[in-house]
């Protein structure tokens, strides 16, 4: 077990950080560049953000069962190997186009095809020369245009040659449907790191057609900016923006008429929600809409968040850091909490866990036993806890296993089936419920 945490804090850093680390001398961006720029190319300038007309939400899938069916006490999970053989696996997502693959992220900058239990080979994107990789940097998120492949495109979100963040997309041809076009790349959004750690980088899909992107609060430890609570930078945020047409032109993205801050002077437009420090994985709910994320905590408390799909999305949750770490006041004199929106769940340091990875609530009809379950893990200890999607805020988080693993992420099938990746086996695993 130790093993698993060394190589998981070493290799993707996303344990928490009982002390603030300096920043690289390499890699440092001075905080007054810490705005982001979305463009058409790489470092094109272009203007701010325009306002989207309303677009028709897409309708969610009704849930198969009762939301106030599931029974954590009645769950008793096992993993099960699909396929090995991945280097640092960071995401596993479905195109949800009906073909049955699924996608794995691999750090060093790779896109591999999984179909019917084995890699494709050659894999469907290597970007690997655009990548500064290692830590917690490299190619870190995926997802799928919402009417794929109606619409062609993979977005990805990454740590360029300098260790900024830039969230792109990239064709994949028809004539090709295993193999993105690497020369097709048409950048949405870039903006700086301050420091090494803390990029977030997960992306998805909302049941409004809009892009959802996770970003840290620009590292080091305390969140020594305060980006967590400034409204005036995109670090230590969920961000949500509408990307533009497929063919590329401009604007690179627009942002929704009901966002937060769309009018606010003071305020970037693209935030969705403040107050995180390491969003590591988010999820929605296919059967409600809700969106689940987990953030890594400082040094003491991990936690679960929860934007309800009955949420009115024109206002933003503060999740409350750094003046909070889980439900506790974080290194402060005071400790407002007025206005700010505390987790529905959170865990200490107890047992070698260290960071959680957010994961996904089960919508699984064949298996009935999981089906409305949280499903969640940590990075270290490799244990996976169950909440009660239904009322996470009044069920006590339930331990399903002490699985061995480094989780690096949960992720999902078409069907709705749960797996995750291990980021030091370089295994792919589907959770099951246990006979």
């Not at 705005?35 to 309303?54: I, R």
């Not at 301050?194 to 305390?222: E, K, M, R, T």
């Not at 960071?355 to 009809?365: D, K």
């Amino acid at each position: 077990m130790q093993a698993l945490t060394a190589a998981l804090t070493a290799a993707l850093g996303l344990a928490a950080c009982a002390s603030s680390p300096g920043p690289s001398a390499t890699s440092a961006i001075p905080a007054a560049s810490a705005t982001p720029t979305p463009g058409a190319t790489a470092g094109a300038l272009s203007t701010t953000p325009t306002v989207a007309p309303t677009a028709t939400p897409r309708p969610t899938p009704s849930p198969v069962r009762s939301l106030a069916d599931f029974d954590p006490a009645g769950l008793a999970i096992r993993l099960s190997t699909v396929v090995g053989g991945f280097n640092s696996p960071l995401a596993v997502v479905n195109a949800g186009d009906g073909s049955g693959r699924l996608f794995v992220v691999e750090q060093p900058g790779r896109i591999k095809i999984v179909r019917d239990g084995a890699v494709v080979d050659p894999p469907m994107l290597d970007i690997h020369g655009r990548i500064l990789a290692g830590g917690e940097r490299g190619l870190l998120g995926l997802a799928f245009a919402p009417d794929y492949p109606t619409d062609p495109r993979l977005f990805v979100d990454y740590t360029d040659l300098k260790g900024n963040t830039v969230v792109s997309s990239f064709t994949v041809p028809a004539a090709t449907p295993d193999r993105a076009d690497p020369s097709s790349e048409h950048i949405l959004l870039r903006f700086d790191q301050p420091f090494p750690n803390h990029n977030g980088g997960g992306l998805a899909f909302g049941p409004d057609g809009d892009l959802y992107i996770a970003a840290g609060d620009g590292g080091s430890g305390g969140d020594p900016m305060g980006n967590g609570q400034n409204l005036d930078t995109l670090l230590g945020k969920l961000l949500r923006i509408r990307p533009g047409a497929a063919d590329g032109s401009d604007p690179a993205y627009t942002i929704p008429p009901d966002a937060p801050f769309a009018d606010h002077p003071d305020a970037r437009p693209e935030i969705r929600a403040s107050g995180l420090r390491n969003p590591w994985r988010f999820s929605f709910d296919r059967a409600t809409g809700d969106l689940w994320i987990g953030d890594v905590g400082q040094g003491m408390w991990e936690e679960v968040d929860v934007i309800r799909a009955s949420d009115p999305p024109n206002v933003a949750p503060d999740f409350g850091w750094n003046v909070m770490e889980g439900r506790h006041c974080y290194n402060a004199n005071t400790c407002r909490q007025d206005g700010l929106t505390l987790p529905v769940a959170e865990y200490d340091h107890g047992d070698g866990s260290c960071a959680i990875i957010g994961g996904y609530v089960a919508r699984t009809p064949d298996q009935p036993t999981m089906d409305g379950g949280y499903l969640y893990g940590d990075s270290c200890s490799g244990d996976i806890w169950v909440l009660d999607a239904a009322q996470p805020s009044s069920a006590k988080p339930r331990l399903l296993l002490r699985s061995g693993h480094s989780i690096s992420s949960f992720g999902e099938d078409e069907a709705g089936h749960v797996y995750l990746t291990d980021l030091s086996s370089g295994d792919l695993l589907q959770v099951e419920p246990a006979p």
